[in-house]
Structure formats: structure tokens, C-alpha cells
């Protein structure tokens, strides 16, 4: 079957409803498009996992809280439908606003998800979670699909989108896909292409730090002066760092000495570009 591109719910009901009507299973995956080789990890798992694949592409205002990053947000739509093709997707939904927000935003119910989007990129960007949140929501009411699909290095919005689902008994399963790196551990992001050069070779160091700290801590050294030691040295080879935490991976609290599933998650500018990256592990206590 070739890629269908709808920009309406109605049209996109249409086609789940037939999908449902013979049988077949849903997988749903939500992006806002600029689709890259990560994305389509997404959209192969999905294939495995489910008979019809349906991918959206929304560029969603209500998560920005920077306007100029809103308005810069790379926009390739041609570019993605192929990519769609190539992997088999078989429904593009790629509303507009005005067709995601018929009221407005302004006065658009908001779905709120407390404790884990409070911190880390919540903390650096009042609002976001909300608006991935509310968004999400909708998507998953628009589509009605079995299984949505999400990438695992947005660890803290997969955290709030299973927490969501958990807390509304939102009826759709969520399935976690491991980050796509590059050879040199560089995460794949739509970010990157905002990345000069220079700035690309330097960008590895960020993963290649999480995996230096993983170690430490796993050696026995101090959770507080490994972080602030590696945060200096980001911040010296010409990173910005906006927050480097070492996180109980089961609920994003500050890790204590007696978890054992930790993730240690980062965010850094480096020159105009936020990235962002995690890497849990885990710490195996040897009794003593
Ligand atoms: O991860 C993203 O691309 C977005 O936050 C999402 C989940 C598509 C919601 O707009």
C-alpha cells in the first residue's frame, strides 16, 4: 500500500474506522516531522508490532515556549512523505493548527501531568510538558490507535506519556524505542542540523561524557562531585549546559545511594542548538 497523506480527523477516522472494521491492528507514531533514521527506527517497530501504520506530523505550538524556535522548526514535508513511503507507512496525518486547535488555543483544555514534568527539561521550559501532554492526548483520541510508539531519548516526555496513560486509563499501549545514535554516539535529532562542522565533532563528547559517568559512579565514586566535575568540563569545551542529573529511572526523583536502575539525563546548548540525551544503567551493589 502506498503513503495516504490526510490533513483532516475526519479523513483519518475513515481509515482507522476500515482498519478496525477488518481486523487489523493500529500502530501510531507521533512526530513533528523533519523525519529522520530515528523516526524511522519508530516506524519499523511499529510495522512488527501492528498491520497499519499511522504517522502524524504536527508541529505543535502548544510545547513551544520559545517563539523563534517554533517559527525555525524545520518544516520538510516532502522529504518525510518519502521517507514514510520508503518504510512502508500507510497514513500521514498532517493537520493544521486550526485543525488540531478549532477553539484556539488560548482556551484549549489542557491535560496536566504532575510530578515527573516537573524538573529537567520542565524546569527549563515552563509549559512543554503540558503541551506535549495535551497534544498527545488528542492524537491518541484522533487515532484510536492499539500502540503508540516513542523514542527513548526523549526519556522524561516517554516518562509523562505513560504516566498519563496510566492516570486517564487512556486505552492504548506505549512502547519505549531505543535511541539512534551515529557511529561517534551523537543521538539523532532534529536539532543537529542546526549543528556547524565544528560543533558536530564536538557534539559526541555529550554521549561520550554519560557513558564517563555511568562508569565512575558504577566504580564507587561520589554522585555529586562526578556530575559537577563532568558539568565543568562540558561547560569548557564549549557546551552550555542547562542540566546534568543522575535520576532514579523508575520515577526521574534525584537517585539515592540505595537505587539500583539509574539514568543520568543531559541538556546542553551548543551553539544554538538544545540536545538532550540520557543513558540509564544499572548499579549493582556488592555486599560488603
Ligand atoms: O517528540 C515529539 O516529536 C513531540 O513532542 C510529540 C510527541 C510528537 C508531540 O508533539
Redesign the pocket.
Known amino acids: 500500500m502506498s503513503l495516504l497523506t490526510v490533513s483532516t480527523v475526519a479523513e483519518l477516522r475513515e481509515f482507522v474506522h476500515h482498519a478496525k472494521f477488518k481486523g487489523l491492528s493500529v500502530g501510531f507514531v ?3 516531522g523533519n523525519l529522520h533514521s530515528g523516526h524511522m527506527s519508530l516506524i519499523k517497530k511499529a510495522k512488527k508490532h501492528c498491520d497499519v501504520v499511522i504517522a502524524s506530523i ?1 508541529v ?1 505550538p502548544l ?1 513551544f515556549n520559545d517563539k523563534s524556535d517554533l517559527t525555525n522548526y524545520p518544516r520538510t514535508l516532502e522529504q518525510d512523505q518519502e521517507l514514510l513511503t520508503e518504510n512502508g507507512c500507510e497514513l500521514l496525518f498532517a493537520p493544521t493548527v486550526d485543525e488540531m486547535y478549532p477553539n484556539g488555543q488560548e482556551i484549549q483544555s489542557i491535560v496536566s501531568v504532575p510530578d515527573v514534568s516537573m524538573g529537567l527539561c520542565g524546569g527549563s521550559r515552563p509549559g512543554h510538558f503540558d503541551g ?1 501532554a495535551t ?2 492526548t488528542k492524537l491518541f483520541n484522533m487515532v484510536q490507535a492499539d500502540k503508540a510508539f ?1 523514542g527513548e531519548k ?1 526519556f522524561q ?1 516517554l516518562a509523562v506519556i505513560r504516566k498519563m496513560v496510566a492516570d486517564l486509563c487512556i486505552p492504548i499501549e506505549i512502547i519505549g524505542v531505543a535511541t539512534e545514535r551515529n557511529r561517534d554516539g551523537l543521538a539523532l535529532s532534529s536539532r543537529n542540523g542546526y549543528l556547524s562542522a565544528e560543533e558536530l565533532d564536538l557534539a559526541p563528547m555529550l554521549f561520550k561524557s554519560l557513558q564517563d559517568i555511568a562508569e565512575a559512579i558504577q566504580q564507587g565514586n561520589d554522585f555529586v562531585s562526578t556530575l559537577e566535575q563532568t558539568q565543568q568540563r562540558l561547560n569548557k569545551q564549549g557546551f552550555k549546559v542547562d542540566y546534568l542529573a543522575l535520576c532514579r529511572e523508575s520515577d526521574l526523583k534525584p537517585a539515592t545511594p540505595d537505587d539500583t536502575k539509574l539514568v543520568i539525563l543531559v541538556a546542553a546548548f551548543l551553539g544554538s542548538a538544545r540536545l538532550i540525551d540520557n543513558l540509564p544503567f544499572p548499579l549493582n551493589r556488592t555486599s560488603d
Do not use: L, S
Open positions: 507521533p512526530t513533528m504536527f505543535n510545547q506535549v497534544v498527545v516513542f526523549d516526555q
